[in-house]
């Protein structure tokens, strides 16, 4: 689908007023002209100075026309009703979820049209795996990949991932397909050249070429943005297309840009890194979901004004912000308590990398596989000290306090629920006497977002089993799951009694599905 446009309050002046700027500005550098070899400049000790000899700009014919076979062009068949106005948009905006009660009498009428959405991917494996975003195929009823060459095959959504915004799909080819390896997204620096190839308005292998930007960028579309900024022309329908270096090599998945009219690219778009694909691909290939490292800190920026309160060291550079991630309390039985984290600390380094803000954080603990051993640098009472603890599993530290999220053996429902009181009743045209639980919440790509379920959904039973708390649903939930049988939902939807059925491996019946295509996922 199309990118992100990102609002910008810029406003353009007219051309008449352009024109006279740009005369002002010459008649200004006339007019300083003799200022350039001025004496009055005489101290240089801080001028900087660039060296290395002058560059040609790179031709990069060869290099397309041995990637350009592995970029594919993707039409996905999508409900309107699953499009919710985004444009694009990662996930819910950055945002997250809404916080109940949910403005129910707000939520789109849902709809049976479709909509033809076109995006881009490449092929990472010569079997037919192809990776692209996630907005690019979600809520897709039919997902078609057209290769280089013209051949039109259809694809199975093998996993997607809504808070980092990939998608994994798997075509059937008839033989090798040509593919492309991803690259070190780390070693990327601003300035060095990138090359975008995708289908942008339907014209597929269209190449620019630009610079990166900038690295780590966060434009609040999700928990774990950290995206590479290109100057390279990107545009709707390039999401989800490569983003290559020099050496040929995917450091980046073209996924977003800011646009002040909503319209075509003005230089500045974002990519996902390289190393978040790798992680993210690498676990959808396996599982179809993603899981996610958890420590269990609620964190804050410091200002300079804590910074002083905590004696913590002054800024390398005068004047920079205080670096680190300020711990403001600790969730109890986590990873960080068991470890000996407290609040006050300030978490400065998390294996081995430097961290300079809560959001650093939270990325760097998500990419870690639960289990894992991790070393964490922090600052107490002025000190510098370091501990050692085993990240947890982000999808198992909700507690069961009515988000039916996990169970045993593995297995994913993917909703929160409520209770069903009386105000809710009132928002869904209910009446008094009625029933269940209300799903408050459903993670984009869970088996339940595939199987049909909405926010606003009223759980009247589980199995045969009458429901009126959110905790009790989620024991027979998780009993049903842990047991790998058949689970049957029977919901209230707009005043209708309708049954939801999902098997052991994620399957679903009884409400057409967005997506129902073998894959799971995990948005944690």
Same mark, same amino acid.
């Given at each position: 689908?199309?990118e992100k446009?990102v609002?910008?309050?810029?406003?353009?002046?007219?051309?008449?007023?352009?024109t006279?700027?740009?005369?002002?500005?010459?008649?200004?550098?006339?007019?300083?002209?003799?200022?350039?070899?001025?004496?009055?400049?005489?101290?240089?000790?801080?001028?900087i100075?660039?060296?290395?000899p002058?560059?040609?700009?790179?031709?990069?014919?060869?290099?397309?026309?041995?990637?350009?076979p592995a970029?594919?062009?993707?039409?996905?068949?999508?409900?309107?009703?699953?499009?919710?106005?985004?444009?694009?948009?990662?996930?819910?905006?950055?945002?997250?979820?809404?916080?109940f009660?949910?403005?129910?009498q707000?939520?789109?009428?849902?709809?049976?049209?479709l909509?033809?959405a076109r995006?881009?991917g490449f092929v990472?494996?010569?079997?037919?795996?192809?990776?692209t975003?996630?907005?690019?195929?979600?809520?897709?009823?039919?997902?078609?990949?057209t290769?280089?060459?013209?051949?039109?095959?259809p694809?199975?959504?093998?996993?997607?991932d809504?808070?980092?915004?990939?998608?994994?799909?798997?075509?059937t080819?008839?033989?090798?397909?040509p593919?492309?390896?991803?690259?070190?997204?780390d070693?990327?620096?601003?300035?060095?050249?990138v090359?975008a190839?995708?289908?942008?308005?339907?014209?597929?292998?269209?190449?620019?070429a630009?610079?990166v930007?900038?690295?780590?960028?966060?434009?609040?579309?999700?928990?774990?943005?950290?995206?590479?900024?290109v100057?390279?022309?990107?545009?709707?329908?390039?999401?989800?297309g490569?983003?290559?270096?020099?050496?040929?090599?995917?450091?980046g998945?073209?996924?977003a840009i800011?646009?002040?009219?909503?319209?075509?690219?003005?230089?500045?778009?974002?990519?996902?890194?390289?190393?978040?694909?790798?992680?993210?691909?690498?676990?959808? $290939?396996? !599982?179809?979901?993603?899981?996610?490292?958890?420590?269990?800190?609620?964190?804050? *920026?410091? +200002?300079? &004004?804590? =910074?002083?309160?905590?004696?913590?060291p002054?800024?390398?550079?005068?004047g920079?912000?205080?670096?680190?991630?300020?711990?403001a309390?600790?969730?109890?039985?986590?990873?960080?308590?068991?470890?000996?984290?407290?609040?006050?600390?300030v978490i400065?380094?998390?294996?081995?990398?430097?961290?300079?803000?809560?959001?650093?954080l939270?990325?760097?603990?998500?990419?870690?596989?639960?289990?894992?051993q991790?070393?964490i640098?922090?600052?107490?009472?002025?000190k510098?000290?370091?501990?050692?603890?085993?990240?947890g599993?982000?999808a198992?530290?909700?507690g069961?306090?009515?988000?039916?999220?996990?169970?045993?053996?593995?297995?994913?429902l993917?909703?929160?629920?409520?209770?069903?009181? $009386?105000? !809710?009743?009132?928002?869904?045209?209910l009446p008094?006497?009625?029933?269940?639980? *209300?799903? +408050?919440? &459903?993670? =984009?790509?869970?088996?339940?977002?595939?199987a049909?379920?909405?926010?606003g959904?009223?759980?009247?039973?589980?199995?045969?089993?009458?429901?009126d708390?959110?905790?009790?649903a989620?024991?027979?939930?998780?009993?049903?799951?842990?047991?790998k049988?058949?689970?049957?939902?029977r919901?209230?939807?707009?005043?209708?009694?309708?049954?939801?059925a999902i098997?052991p491996d994620g399957?679903?019946?009884g409400?057409?599905?967005?997506n129902?295509?073998?894959?799971?996922?995990?948005?944690?």
């Amino acid at each position: 689908m199309s990118e992100k446009s990102v609002t910008n309050v810029c406003k353009h002046g007219s051309r008449r007023n352009w024109t006279k700027a740009l005369l002002a500005g010459c008649m200004l550098v006339s007019a300083a002209g003799p200022w350039a070899g001025s004496q009055s400049w005489a101290d240089t000790s801080s001028m900087i100075k660039p060296s290395g000899p002058a560059q040609r700009i790179p031709d990069f014919v060869e290099l397309v026309k041995q990637v350009k076979p592995a970029v594919v062009s993707i039409t996905s068949m999508i409900r309107s009703d699953a499009v919710e106005g985004e444009g694009g948009s990662m996930g819910m905006g950055g945002g997250g979820p809404f916080p109940f009660p949910f403005p129910f009498q707000m939520m789109p009428q849902p709809s049976k049209q479709l909509i033809e959405a076109r995006g881009s991917g490449f092929v990472i494996s010569a079997d037919g795996y192809v990776v692209t975003n996630n907005h690019v195929v979600k809520g897709a009823t039919k997902v078609t990949v057209t290769l280089d060459d013209g051949t039109t095959l259809p694809a199975k959504v093998v996993g997607r991932d809504g808070k980092t915004d990939l998608a994994l799909l798997k075509v059937t080819p008839t033989q090798k397909l040509p593919f492309i390896e991803l690259g070190e997204s780390d070693d990327v620096q601003p300035g060095e050249w990138v090359i975008a190839v995708g289908n942008p308005y339907g014209l597929g292998g269209t190449v620019t070429a630009g610079i990166v930007s900038a690295r780590g960028r966060d434009i609040n579309e999700g928990p774990y943005d950290n995206f590479i900024q290109v100057d390279a022309p990107i545009n709707r329908g390039n999401s989800g297309g490569p983003l290559f270096t020099q050496d040929g090599k995917v450091v980046g998945v073209n996924t977003a840009i800011l646009s002040p009219s909503g319209g075509g690219s003005i230089g500045i778009g974002f990519a996902i890194p390289s190393d978040t694909v790798r992680s993210v691909v690498d676990q959808l $290939r396996k !599982t179809g979901h993603v899981v996610r490292g958890y420590l269990g800190v609620n964190a804050q *920026v410091i +200002s300079p &004004v804590m =910074a002083s309160a905590l004696n913590l060291p002054a800024p390398a550079v005068a004047g920079a912000p205080p670096a680190g991630a300020l711990v403001a309390s600790v969730s109890q039985d986590s990873p960080a308590e068991k470890a000996g984290l407290k609040a006050e600390d300030v978490i400065t380094e998390f294996n081995g990398q430097k961290i300079s803000t809560p959001h650093d954080l939270a990325v760097r603990v998500a990419a870690v596989p639960p289990g894992t051993q991790v070393t964490i640098g922090f600052i107490r009472a002025g000190k510098a000290q370091t501990l050692t603890t085993k990240i947890g599993n982000l999808a198992t530290a909700t507690g069961d306090t009515g988000k039916a999220s996990t169970a045993a053996g593995g297995q994913h429902l993917g909703i929160a629920l409520a209770p069903l009181n $009386r105000d !809710t009743r009132q928002q869904l045209g209910l009446p008094q006497d009625a029933h269940g639980v *209300v799903v +408050s919440d &459903v993670e =984009a790509g869970s088996p339940a977002d595939q199987a049909g379920i909405r926010p606003g959904d009223v759980i009247q039973s589980v199995g045969s089993q009458p429901v009126d708390a959110p905790k009790a649903a989620v024991g027979l939930i998780k009993t049903a799951m842990a047991a790998k049988k058949p689970l049957l939902l029977r919901i209230l939807r707009e005043g209708q009694s309708l049954f939801i059925a999902i098997s052991p491996d994620g399957s679903t019946a009884g409400v057409p599905t967005a997506n129902n295509m073998g894959g799971d996922d995990d948005d944690n």
